[in-house]
């Protein structure tokens, strides 16, 4: 068995005095075997029209993770995840991207380098066989695939019955991972990676409607309180 012991000298490198959101953002794709429900279509949708990956955006200044699914991670879907990810950061915080780092691959596309040369941004790539020069995007990845597999595990070993064990619900699983990564506090700084890139200090009320990921919840409609009844859903004829 080998055994590896971190280098303090080396610990942060990558990120070292990088404190300003939006400076350096690493980049990475996931691809996940099993298509992924899309957050409309009632699970309708055909399996070629589901999601089958997605790209990561790990922003060095505050740790933040982005994770955007994607039906196809061609050149064009991870494209239009970049411009989504950018006007969300502009219209959240009021930050622009300035350099991008990833990985050789669909990130050195033609139509992707255009796309960062058009917002005058830099970019720059590991080595062949060199992931850890992206360890910031990979260790991203993994932290949030890490915990929205243990939130389906849990769901599935108590509300196996109610559908929650469906592994085409990954999607929602991985975007409730980041969500809850970015509002809890860093053990270091105490803050956590949202309020380091809006540079606003939250009162965290959104905790108060979280639920455990896959926990059966019900809503009450209108119409229940006329007395009146639902119609059934069938996934038989909703799929033709």
Sequence with gaps: MIKSKAVKESEGALSRDRYLPGGFVSLDQYVVSTPGRLPTGYGCEHDVNMFHGGTIFRDAGSKYIHVKNQVSLGAGKTVNAKIEFEEWLWE???????????????????VFRESCNEEKQTQSFSGVGAQHQNAEAERATQMVTYM???????????????GAANLDLWSFAIDYAAWLYNRIPQCVSEITPIELLTQNKLDHCDFMRDHVWGCPVYVLEPKLRSWKKLPKWNKRACMG
């Design 92 to 110: 959240t915080a009021r930050v622009a991207v300035k350099h991008y780092h990833s990985d050789n691959g669909i990130f050195t596309a033609k």
């Design 148 to 162: 929205a597999r243990s939130f389906m595990v849990h769901s599935a070993l108590h509300w196996a019955d109610d």
